[in-house]
């Protein structure tokens, strides 16, 4: 099958999750490089972006998104929605599906899951800064939250900068979760994964830390934090405004996937010390994108680096037109029926069309 048969066939692929781990959606070293070649793609002003989010309840989670994307012969949305609520009804924190169109025609061609891609590709973030900004030597990764998260950016991690880890420790907000989070990624992954109790003591024995939570509390404080270590932020406000502020100093690194984004959407730590006046615009090293391509440089010694993704709609249309042309090749997943024209939209009646 291909693009043109969907085109002209007027058909819709549909993919499941399973049809998507069967093309490929669990092979992590494969997300890194699609989310490596968005980043580079966007860096270099290749593509195009943009999010649209309802908050319902920012201390909750609790939103609808739109995320749009173009990347090379598609565009593609993202439509998002979440509540940390859903957990006490046995539900997923969010759920996503995608929707993959040809650029030039502007048809829909793919309907797809979209909740583990959008897992993953923020789990590839963890790999490519560890690998442009983490320290040069093998080192204890902290991760702060023990959910969906976490557990991919490990995995991404193990996948491609695995001879960075020295061993790993999580922390999160009950023993229970740790616990389980360490053993299951212990046995996946192979690597030391051990529970923390201690959120300071994990902060201070770790130079990478990852924050991986909903929370709208600093738990992080710049006191526990190791000198020359790595802050991968993938949540809301976890970390003191302080931490950034330290950080926003010439000898140190802010670094995010798209700095104007993050400033826009201002859900996240360093946005709300933009906006309080605590640092500036010029107190932002860079984008990841640019660091990747050779722009700027990644870590110059013993720095202070603090990463932030705000999660670039750009990085899920990269990663699904890969499962989707994958698809097409071995023939999976599901065509929605043909249409037949109809003529209130073509305007030459069809035989049998009275009304």
Same mark, same amino acid.
């Given at each position: 099958?291909?693009?043109?048969?969907?085109?002209? !066939?007027?058909?819709?692929?549909?993919?499941?999750? +399973?049809?998507?781990?069967?093309?490929?959606?669990?092979?992590?070293?494969?997300?890194?490089?699609?989310?490596?070649?968005?980043?580079?793609?966007?860096?270099?002003?290749?593509?195009?972006?943009?999010?649209?989010?309802?908050?319902?309840?920012?201390?909750?989670?609790?939103?609808?998104?739109? $995320?749009?994307?173009?990347?090379?012969?598609?565009?593609?949305?993202?439509?998002?929605?979440?509540?940390?609520? +859903?957990?006490?009804?046995?539900?997923?924190?969010?759920?996503?599906?995608?929707?993959?169109? !040809?650029?030039?025609?502007?048809?829909?061609?793919?309907?797809?899951?979209?909740?583990?891609?959008?897992?993953?590709?923020?789990?590839?973030?963890?790999?490519?800064?560890?690998?442009?900004?983490?320290?040069?030597?093998?080192?204890?990764?902290?991760?702060?939250?023990?959910?969906?998260?976490?557990?991919?950016?490990?995995?991404?991690?193990?996948?491609?900068?695995?001879?960075?880890?020295?061993?790993?420790?999580?922390?999160?907000?009950?023993?229970?979760?740790?616990?389980?989070?360490?053993?299951?990624?212990?046995?996946?992954?192979?690597?030391?994964?051990?529970?923390?109790?201690?959120?300071?003591?994990?902060?201070?024995?770790?130079? *990478?830390?990852?924050?991986?939570?909903?929370?709208?509390?600093? $738990?992080?404080?710049?006191?526990?934090?190791?000198?020359?270590?790595?802050?991968?932020?993938?949540?809301?406000?976890? !970390?003191?405004?302080?931490?950034?502020?330290?950080?926003?100093?010439?000898? +140190?690194?802010?670094?995010?996937?798209?700095?104007?984004?993050?400033?826009?959407?201002?859900?996240?730590?360093?946005?709300?010390?933009?906006?309080?006046?605590?640092?500036?615009?010029? !107190?932002?090293?860079?984008?990841?994108?640019?660091?990747?391509?050779?722009?700027?440089?990644?870590?110059?010694?013993?720095?202070? *680096?603090?990463?932030?993704?705000?999660? $670039?709609?750009?990085?899920?249309?990269?990663?699904?037109?890969?499962?989707?042309?994958?698809?097409?090749?071995? +023939?999976?997943?599901?065509?929605?029926? /043909?249409?037949?024209?109809?003529?209130?939209?073509?305007?030459?009646?069809? /035989?049998?069309?009275?009304?």
């Amino acid at each position: 099958m291909e693009v043109r048969d969907l085109l002209f !066939d007027n058909r819709i692929l549909y993919l499941s999750r +399973n049809d998507l781990v069967t093309v490929g959606l669990l092979d992590y070293a494969a997300i890194v490089e699609d989310v490596r070649r968005g980043l580079c793609m966007h860096a270099r002003r290749e593509t195009i972006c943009n999010k649209l989010a309802l908050d319902f309840d920012v201390d909750k989670d609790w939103k609808v998104c739109a $995320l749009v994307g173009v990347v090379g012969p598609y565009a593609g949305v993202k439509w998002l929605g979440a509540n940390e609520d +859903n957990r006490a009804l046995g539900l997923p924190r969010s759920s996503s599906i995608i929707a993959l169109n !040809d650029r030039k025609t502007g048809k829909v061609l793919c309907v797809m899951d979209g909740t583990l891609i959008s897992a993953l590709r923020t789990g590839a973030y963890g790999a490519l800064v560890t690998e442009v900004l983490g320290p040069a030597e093998p080192t204890c990764v902290g991760f702060l939250g023990a959910g969906v998260i976490s557990r991919c950016v490990l995995l991404c991690m193990a996948a491609v900068v695995r001879d960075r880890i020295h061993r790993v420790l999580v922390h999160s907000r009950t023993r229970k979760s740790r616990e389980k989070f360490a053993r299951l990624m212990g046995e996946v992954t192979g690597l030391d994964v051990e529970p923390a109790d201690s959120l300071g003591e994990m902060v201070r024995q770790s130079g *990478i830390t990852v924050s991986a939570t909903t929370a709208m509390t600093p $738990l992080i404080k710049l006191a526990d934090v190791r000198p020359a270590s790595t802050h991968i932020h993938l949540g809301g406000w976890e !970390d003191e405004k302080a931490y950034v502020v330290e950080c926003a100093r010439a000898s +140190n690194k802010i670094v995010c996937d798209d700095t104007e984004m993050v400033l826009h959407r201002n859900t996240q730590t360093v946005a709300y010390a933009y906006h309080d006046g605590l640092i500036g615009r010029d !107190d932002f090293y860079g984008d990841l994108g640019d660091i990747l391509l050779g722009a700027k440089p990644g870590r110059e010694g013993d720095e202070l *680096i603090y990463f932030n993704a705000v999660g $670039l709609p750009v990085l899920d249309v990269a990663v699904a037109s890969r499962l989707f042309e994958r698809a097409l090749k071995e +023939n999976m997943g599901v065509l929605l029926g /043909s249409q037949t024209p109809h003529w209130i939209l073509t305007g030459e009646p069809t /035989s049998g069309q009275r009304k």
